[in-house]
């Protein structure tokens, strides 16, 4: 994923901002890492340059 879309992705269960962590990365786009909700904790995983914003609720 790009690191420009951080300004238009949001929690989607709680539409608060997320903060990014990278584990490995491109001259512009996230590989590996993991985007965290400010808000409520919920974390989800960035693979292979896709961000994943299932909630684990739906993903259970
Ligand atoms: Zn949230």
Redesign the pocket.
Known sequence: MKKSIMDILV?P????DLILNVRKEDKEEIIEGELK??????IYPINDGIPNLLTSDLQG
């Open positions: 929690c269960k709680c539409k608060n909700c400010n808000n409520c904790s919920e």
